[in-house]
Each structure stands twice: as structure tokens, then as C-alpha cells.
């Protein structure tokens, strides 16, 4: 059963055209991540929610944003897409405070620019 | 800058034999932890192994920490053609995140 879904899974948009990817997840985890990941490189860190208070990381760009509604779902919104946004975004669950800290990971959106 | 670093980058070995990847880090940790990822997928994870601790396995998996070297490796024995994949370890920092390493890209050939 997925536990952390991603919609998309692919997603084309156009040069400044705003875009949203979602996830959700079933495992009623208090912390959600987005990550963005390049070809052949480790995926990047780009906002995680506690709960809903939202952190985002230092070197995030302001095109990026999200929300997290409720404890299930989380988005992902690019305000003004670049060429250069063009990656697969990762969003990841866990539940802070447990021995063991995993991340569970949703299959990603691949996001392709034109 | 990044906090795991990786070696080698890529490994390709033939099935049966073992395969070991390395992961340095810079600062203190709370808990380092591998992943794998198959091509276009998510990251699944594989095995976390505290600060406390040296040595961790997980069937064909055995985890090592160095907390003086500030390293870990990864062994995977007896490799199948199904391990092919990227191999990512990520450092917990204390702070609720991950850091991720650069990976390694491991090609078994049947």
C-alpha cells in the first residue's frame, strides 16, 4: 500500500507557467520534506513542515513555495518555472520523535520544462 | 557545502561479489543513514545506524560507523544484478533534516 503518494509522477509546463505538485501521505507523520533532485546528484533540501510551523532552507529560491493544509497533504508550488527548475522533486515523511527518524519517500514528479 | 562525501562515485562488480561504499562527514551527527534509489525512483531506505554505535547488518547488508573518522561504510555481500542502483548515505544533524551524500552508482552485471 503507498504510504506517501506523489501526483504527477511527470509533469510538463512552460517557461514562467506556474506549477504545483502535491503529496500526501498515510502515515499520519508530523514532518514533511520536498526535496529537488538533478541528475546524478544527492537530493537537496528545500523546506520541511513540523507540524505546520514551515522552515525553509537558506539557499531555497523565492519561486518556490509551499503549504501544508493538514496533516496529510503537502504542495509544492513553483511560481515562476526556469529552465533551470527542470528536476525530480522528492517529498518525504517522518515522524520526529521516534527511535528511529526514517524518511519514507513518495516515487517523485518529474518536472520538465520547455 | 554538502556533509556526507562519497567514494567511489561509481562501482561496477559482477554478481556474487561484494560491494563496499564509503561515506565521509563533517560534524557531529546524530544518526547516519543509507538509501537506495533505483533509476527515476523515490529513495527507499535501507538501514540507520546511530552515533553510539559501531557496527549495524541487515540480511546481505553490514553497516560500519567511525565516529572518530567521521566515516561509514556500506557493504552489500553477495551482490545481485537487482542491487544495481545509487547508494546514498545521509548524515541527522540534530536539526529534524538530512544531509545527503553525492551517492555512489552501483552496476552489478549477471
Known amino acids: 500500500d503507498a504510504m506517501v503518494i506523489q501526483n504527477p509522477r511527470y509533469q510538463v509546463t512552460q517557461f514562467g507557467k506556474p506549477v504545483t505538485l502535491s503529496c500526501s501521505q498515510t502515515?499520519?507523520?508530523?514532518?514533511m520534506y520536498w526535496y529537488q533532485q538533478k541528475s546524478s546528484q544527492a537530493p537537496k533540501l528545500l523546506f520541511h513542515y513540523y507540524d505546520k510551523d514551515f522552515n525553509n532552507e537558506a539557499d531555497t529560491p523565492d519561486n518556490f513555495q509551499s503549504r501544508r493544509p493538514n496533516t496529510s497533504f503537502c504542495f509544492l508550488d513553483i511560481r515562476s518555472p526556469g529552465l533551470g527548475d527542470a528536476a525530480m522533486y522528492l517529498c518525504?515523511?517522518?515522524?520526529?520523535?521516534?527511535?528511529?527518524?526514517?524518511?519514507?519517500f513518495g516515487p517523485g514528479t518529474r518536472l520538465l520544462v520547455l | 557545502s554538502q556533509q556526507g562525501e562519497e567514494d567511489p562515485q561509481a562501482l561496477s562488480i559482477q554478481e556474487g561479489e561484494n560491494a563496499t561504499m564509503n561515506c565521509s562527514y563533517k560534524?557531529?551527527?546524530?544518526?547516519l543513514q543509507w538509501y537506495r534509489q533505483n533509476s527515476g525512483r523515490g529513495l527507499v531506505h535501507l538501514i540507520l545506524?546511530?552515533?553510539?554505535?559501531r557496527e549495524k547488518h541487515s540480511g546481505r547488508l553490514r553497516v560500519t560507523l567511525d565516529t572518530s573518522k567521521k566515516s561509514s561504510s556500506l557493504l552489500i555481500t553477495a551482490s545481485r544484478a537487482a542491487d544495481t542502483a545509487s547508494y546514498f548515505c545521509?548524515?541527522?544533524?540534530?536539526?529534524?533534516?538530512?544531509?545527503f551524500g553525492a551517492g555512489t552508482i552501483l552496476r552489478v552485471k549477471s
Open positions: 545521509a548524515t541527522d544533524n540534530y536539526g529534524n533534516k538530512l544531509v
Open positions: 545506524i546511530r552515533s553510539n554505535e
Open positions: 518525504a515523511t517522518t515522524y520526529y520523535g521516534e527511535a528511529g527518524e526514517t524518511q519514507y
Open positions: 560534524t557531529s551527527i546524530n544518526n
Open positions: 502515515l499520519n507523520h508530523n514532518v
